[in-house]
């Protein structure tokens, strides 16, 4: 390995003086006034295009948030090594970053590469309508486990935090049925849709900060609507370790800069209050025959259990701004 780093190194016009391992993909290269980052990367042949092509955008429209790669002697953005891609970039001294600028960035991105097309709507409210019975089945399963649950004399831990958790559970898929049906008559009015260009695996490591705010790990970038980054990222279990009400209240950040549409707002909910997780996680303790240990279980369905907590926390919060936007439109 030592061997294929002074390698990939050499196509480099730089002559390190110290390497560390940080971990399986990433190394820490000091050159003496500088100190770069060298990621092996998950890159292929079939998604390199698309890798460049961020970089290719983030010059056209100089978004200083993208952290430069840097150019190998041949002027190329990576080395190919032993059929492995890889790339170097400054290395970051990471500070704690800022809310408001994550979004500010992350909303540039998204409103400054945005495609506008038509859909097929009718396909869209048939979908959520089967999305709508597949939720309602949802419930029903929840509630037969709480009662089969109930019958036990003494219950586990986790069948004691299911049925704890039923109330609640029940009150989020009620709220996503009601969001679902004013998504479904929002949308019979619309016959536009954007993809943006995404991160597409936008997490918490991946945001650093000096004086600036950077977004890194480009490589699974691809164009899609953007709430499947902020979906992703709101959806993230370690988001539930940092104060969730900053990036809750700190959102009107992203909307100066990307302005969603009722639609899209309604839609933002929806993804945020999808039970599929936590239903998943009741049945693989139903059907697994209790395989994996009792802390896993109560691990995965607490983390499930919060993701949905955030998302009746973003919906309360955004409510009245809905509402607010259905107020202006009508009159």
């Given at each position: 390995?030592?061997?294929?780093?002074?390698?990939?190194?050499?196509?480099?016009?730089i002559?390190?003086?110290?390497?560390?391992?940080?971990?399986?993909?990433?190394y820490?290269?000091d050159?003496?006034?500088?100190?770069?980052?060298?990621?092996?990367?998950?890159?292929?042949?079939?998604?390199?295009?698309?890798?460049?092509?961020?970089?290719?955008?983030?010059?056209?429209?100089?978004?200083?948030?993208?952290?430069?790669?840097?150019?190998?002697?041949?002027?190329?953005?990576?080395?190919?090594?032993?059929?492995?891609?890889?790339?170097?970039t400054?290395?970051?001294?990471?500070?704690?970053?800022?809310?408001?600028?994550?979004?500010?960035?992350?909303?540039k991105?998204?409103?400054?590469?945005?495609?506008?097309?038509?859909?097929?709507?009718?396909?869209?409210?048939?979908?959520?309508?089967?999305?709508?019975e597949?939720?309602?089945?949802?419930?029903?399963?929840?509630?037969?486990?709480?009662?089969?649950?109930?019958r036990?004399?003494?219950?586990?831990?986790?069948?004691?935090?299911?049925?704890?958790?039923?109330?609640?559970?029940?009150?989020i898929?009620?709220?996503?049925?009601?969001?679902?049906?004013?998504?479904?008559n929002?949308?019979?009015?619309?016959?536009?849709?954007?993809?943006?260009?995404?991160?597409?695996?936008?997490?918490?490591?991946?945001?650093?900060?000096?004086?600036?705010?950077?977004?890194?790990?480009?490589?699974?970038?691809?164009?899609?609507?953007?709430?499947?980054?902020?979906?992703?990222?709101?959806?993230?279990?370690?988001?539930?370790?940092?104060?969730?009400?900053?990036?809750?209240?700190?959102?009107?950040?992203?909307?100066?800069?990307?302005?969603?549409?009722?639609?899209?707002?309604?839609?933002?909910?929806?993804?945020?209050?999808?039970?599929?997780?936590?239903?998943?996680?009741?049945?693989?303790?139903?059907?697994?025959?209790?395989?994996?240990?009792?802390?896993?279980?109560?691990?995965?369905?607490?983390?499930?259990?919060?993701?949905?907590?955030?998302?009746?926390?973003?919906?309360?919060?955004?409510?009245?701004?809905?509402?607010?936007?259905f107020?202006?439109?009508?009159?």
């Open positions: 390995m030592a061997e294929d780093i002074t390698s990939v190194l050499s196509a480099y016009p002559k390190s003086k110290y390497i560390k391992h940080i971990t399986d993909l990433l820490y290269i050159v003496g006034d500088q100190a770069y980052a060298l990621k092996k990367s998950t890159l292929s042949n079939d998604t390199i295009n698309q890798w460049q092509q961020v970089y290719d955008l983030a010059n056209h429209y100089h978004f200083s948030f993208v952290l430069p790669v840097m150019l190998t002697r041949d002027g190329n953005l990576f080395v190919m090594s032993n059929d492995h891609i890889y790339y170097m400054p290395w970051i001294n990471h500070k704690n970053y800022s809310t408001k600028n994550f979004y500010r960035s992350l909303g991105l998204h409103a400054q590469t945005k495609r506008i097309f038509e859909v097929n709507i009718e396909q869209i409210e048939q979908n959520f309508t089967t999305y709508k597949t939720c309602q089945q949802a419930l029903t399963t929840v509630l037969h486990t709480v009662q089969q649950f109930e036990q004399i003494y219950m586990s831990p986790f069948e004691l935090q299911v049925c704890t958790h039923y109330r609640h559970i029940e009150h898929i009620e709220k996503l049925i009601s969001t679902i049906d004013q998504f479904v929002e949308i019979k009015s619309q016959r536009e849709w954007s993809y943006s260009l995404c991160h597409g695996n936008l997490q918490i490591d991946h945001i650093v900060a000096t004086d600036n705010t950077y977004l890194i790990n480009w490589e699974q970038a691809h164009f899609d609507h953007a709430l499947t980054d902020l979906t992703t990222f709101f959806k993230q279990s370690k988001l539930f370790s940092f104060p969730r009400k900053s990036f809750i209240t700190s959102f009107s950040t992203y909307l100066e800069e990307n302005e969603l549409t009722i639609s899209e707002h309604l839609l933002l909910c929806i993804y945020l209050l999808d039970p599929a997780k936590y239903v998943t996680v009741i049945q693989q303790y139903n059907d697994e025959r209790h395989q994996d240990t009792m802390i896993n279980y109560v691990k995965a369905l607490e983390q499930a259990f919060r993701q949905l907590l955030f998302g009746l926390q973003w919906i309360d919060h955004y409510e009245q701004e809905i509402n607010t936007i107020a202006e439109d009508d009159s």
